[in-house]
């Protein structure tokens, strides 16, 4: 009987095929042609064909954004963001929203007593967008605030609309739901003429004029939606939830759509706009897992759920061509997403580490003023409450994917040129006659197939780099299971690290 097990592939399971699981922080022991499908889930909004709990929906344009799902809406902001990288192969899906959910508010409250000695100008952030307008030497605040909220409303993609009440100008983000609490509202009134003033309010504070929405309510559960989802492989995922009731249910349904008899391998990313102390809780205690990545971007105006888009969509075109990715990241712009303009909101490298060694993913804002990453790690950074970094960086699971894939294609050729299968000959018996499948005719294959991912051959590897190195000490094995009547296999690998520091000493040799 054979030693090597897959959970599950028991000889009573007869589906023909190659079957696989992949074990994560393991010991020793042409794939690449089709794109990675980029799917994100957000709420639709009140408008947009996109069924709700239903089928993923291909998005080529804004235009085909907007159709599917309201301008402006969670999922329209998501998907915005995730068009910006050419060639990402984008879907859309939405489920369904919370009952009784409530949409999250801000106000702006405008005096103003003319005549002004100057013009002047208002000026709003709202997720990080620029909206503005003058002020002429004569405008009342009614009339102010009037046209504030008419120029909101102009632009259809902005995640809010605005009402007027007499001076009062109300934001209602699009989509109900808890969510609307972390966009933000930032104000810049230094081009107000004297006799105006603004004043903003909403949840809590942000510093450098600014205010999180409030009073959103209901958080939506996926549960259905993934449920109907699972037929197809959307390699990389942004989904906006971010709570502590979604993401174990996304947890879950990934690995189970990673067993060996659903073969479906994703991986997903959401994102969070507070704290370090909340951050770290979410991967530690919520997460903790080699499938999703979490990214903390402190008081990031841009909505979380559109952080998460711009990156995993990035991911997903870049890791088609280089599966093992990693200090490419370090330092990565997300072009589209609003940089941080205080600097105390700016993770300190301190503050980095200790996100980076409890499975945050940090972004920043470097010193040109773009939002970055630092660095793109997992969840996983724990095992029994003791460190565990062996499936640290991304391009963990991203590399185990893509060689299980390869390994999917060379085992399905090889059980068709092989149509029928026995043990090793003993030492001293005749070959097996030709089309007959061995253990040591697979090795074969696999030892073949290990040497293209450590060369980095073209063949296999788009990018040319490599993705595991330390073949000789990770020798595919193979073994025949006479009780099932096949052939079962280990392909032990150890993914490339990437290069993402240098220590060093500068001595200064002055004599005298």
């Not at 504070?205 to 109907?228: I, M, Q, R, Y």
Request: contains cysteine.
């Amino acid at each position: 009987m054979t030693s090597i097990i897959v959970t599950g592939l028991t000889p009573t399971y007869k589906v023909p095929g190659v079957f696989m699981e992949t074990q994560f922080g393991a010991g020793r022991l042409s794939n690449g042609s089709a794109p990675l499908k980029m799917l994100v889930i957000g709420l639709k909004g009140s408008s947009g064909s996109i069924t709700l709990d239903g089928t993923p929906q291909l998005a080529l344009s804004e235009d085909d954004v907007n159709a599917l799902v309201q301008p402006g809406g969670e999922a329209a902001r998501m998907a915005y963001q995730a068009l910006r990288v050419p060639n990402v192969s984008l879907y859309i899906a939405c489920p369904t929203p919370a009952g009784g959910a409530v949409q999250a508010t801000a106000t702006i409250t405008i005096t103003s007593t003319p005549p002004h000695a100057s013009t002047g100008e208002w000026r709003y952030r709202i997720s990080g967008i620029l909206v503005s307008g003058a002020i002429s030497t004569t405008a009342t605040q009614n009339a102010i605030a009037a046209a504030i909220a008419a120029a909101i409303n102009a632009r259809t993609d902005l995640p809010v609309t605005a009402t007027v009440a007499t001076n009062v100008v109300t934001l209602t983000v699009k989509c109900a739901g808890i969510r609307g609490n972390q966009y933000i509202l930032m104000q810049d009134t230094t081009q107000l003429p004297s006799t105006v003033t603004s004043a903003i309010a909403g949840g809590s504070s942000v510093t450098g004029g600014g205010v999180f929405f409030t009073s959103g309510a209901g958080t939506e559960s996926v549960s259905t939606l993934l449920t109907n989802i699972s037929a197809v492989e959307y390699a990389r995922i942004a989904h906006a939830q971010n709570d502590t009731t979604n993401l174990p249910l996304i947890e879950t349904w990934l690995f189970d759509q990673s067993a060996f008899d659903v073969d479906i391998l994703q991986n997903s990313c959401c994102a969070v706009n507070g704290d370090l102390s909340a951050a770290t809780t979410l991967a530690t205690v919520t997460l903790n897992t080699e499938r999703i990545q979490l990214l903390a971007m402190q008081n990031g105006e841009s909505h979380p759920s559109e952080i998460a888009a711009r990156w995993m969509s990035y991911r997903s075109v870049y890791e088609q061509i280089d599966p093992a990715a990693s200090s490419q990241y370090d330092g990565y712009a997300l072009t589209g997403i609003a940089p941080q303009t205080q600097d105390s909101d700016r993770w300190t490298k301190a503050e980095q580490n200790t996100l980076l060694n409890n499975g945050v993913t940090p972004v920043t804002t470097n010193d040109n003023g773009d939002a970055v990453i630092v660095r793109s790690i997992t969840t996983k950074c724990l095992t029994n409450s003791v460190a565990d970094f062996r499936t640290l960086g991304t391009e963990r699971p991203s590399a185990a994917d893509f060689i299980r894939h390869g390994l999917d294609t060379l085992g399905a050729s090889f059980i068709a040129q092989n149509p029928r299968v026995q043990d090793n000959p003993a030492q001293g018996q005749r070959p097996p006659n030709p089309n007959i499948a061995t253990p040591a005719a697979w090795e074969k294959v696999m030892q073949k197939y290990a040497i293209d991912l450590a060369a980095g051959n073209s063949n296999v590897v788009s990018s040319g780099l490599s993705v595991i190195t330390n073949i000789d000490e990770n020798q595919p094995v193979a073994q025949y299971d006479p009780n099932a009547g096949r052939i079962m296999f280990v392909f032990p690998v150890e993914v490339a690290n990437g290069n993402h520091q240098l220590g060093g000493l500068v001595r200064v040799t002055n004599n005298g």
